[in-house]
């Protein structure tokens, strides 16, 4: 059996930990995954998804370093004497003492077709940039961000409707099906790693709250990606009334108002923009529910006829 260590923290990694648990040949002896964080209204401490589904797999040995560079991280780890390591979504940079520990390498499931979208937010990226298509990469692991050469990828269409959450949840089984596909044929000398082509790459940011605040003079169909992208996080959002109104869900309409002006809109809401109106279907306040637009509406027709900042 091959030792396998796995490093990923968010949901869209469990797949692939649950596919390698699994298949006879993959010994999982341990899963690495980021320190519990307090998220919430009461900041309760919280685990990640792949730490919750390693306990409820009865995995005894997980780590959860601050910094995977550390001396102590990297003898813990050397100690589990892994063949192979296979990172998804973990969130922390592997340094040369971690790529060199196993003899089969450290393979990465990434949640597009790289060369394009290296970086902390691929899926996010993809849906921001209106791409047509996206996919996962499964790529053998170098010093750089993104940049090891490839060994398979599946591509998937981005859907008019995608928010990052859909898109992610079709991904990593996607990226979970094609990584057990992938691994045995490596594992037998029977795939070339392919380089990538490092002029057409293209890299994305680390999302930040501030990223995910309407620009009202922004093309309405712009507008309408970052609602779909920001979702379940940070979630697009705006000023009303000196409180942040967050949009959960948006359409296009052709129409015309002045950017950031709200006007009744068959028997909804929408908000003029730099062009073409976006139409409200959900909106939040602070403290509320998000609520469908026709009863944020009920509650509050003062809306209609508000200028949004």
């Not at 981005?158 to 990052?164: S, W």
């Not at 996607?174 to 594992?187: H, K, M, N, R, S």
Request: net charge positive; proline share 8%.
């Amino acid at each position: 059996m091959i030792r396998t260590i796995f490093m990923g923290t968010p949901d869209i990694a469990v797949p692939s930990l649950q596919a390698l648990l699994e298949h006879p040949e993959f010994d999982v002896v341990g899963v690495v995954t980021q320190p519990d964080r307090r998220a919430g209204r009461g900041r309760k401490l919280t685990l990640s998804a792949v730490k919750a589904f390693a306990l409820a797999a009865g995995i005894e040995t997980i780590l959860q370093p601050a910094r995977l560079r550390d001396p102590d991280a990297v003898e813990a780890l050397a100690k589990l004497n892994p063949d192979l390591i296979v990172v998804v979504a973990y969130g922390q940079i592997l340094r040369p003492n971690v790529l060199s520990l196993p003899r089969h390498g450290c393979i990465n499931v990434h949640a597009s077709l790289l060369p394009r979208w290296r970086g902390a937010s691929p899926i996010t990226a993809a849906i921001l940039a209106g791409d047509p298509i996206t996919g996962v990469t499964i790529m053998r692991m170098d010093e750089g961000m993104d940049t090891g050469p490839i060994l398979s990828q599946q591509a998937e269409i981005i859907q008019p409707q995608d928010t990052t959450a859909t898109l992610s949840d079709r991904l990593g089984r996607l990226g979970a099906t094609l990584l057990i596909e992938t691994l045995p044929c490596y594992l037998e000398g029977k795939i070339s790693p392919r380089p990538q082509d490092h002029e057409h790459a293209t890299i994305c940011r680390l999302i930040k709250k501030e990223h995910a605040r309407i620009d009202w003079t922004r093309p309405a169909i712009e507008i309408e990606r970052m609602v779909r992208a920001y979702q379940p996080w940070p979630i697009a959002h705006t000023t009303w009334k000196g409180k942040i109104l967050k949009i959960g869900a948006a359409s296009v309409a052709k129409g015309h108002a002045e950017p950031g002006q709200v006007i009744p809109w068959q028997r909804k809401a929408a908000v003029g923009t730099g062009q073409d109106l976006l139409v409200i279907e959900q909106a939040q306040l602070p403290g509320k529910k998000m609520l469908a637009i026709a009863d944020f509406l009920r509650g509050r027709p003062d809306f209609l006829g508000a200028k949004l900042e």
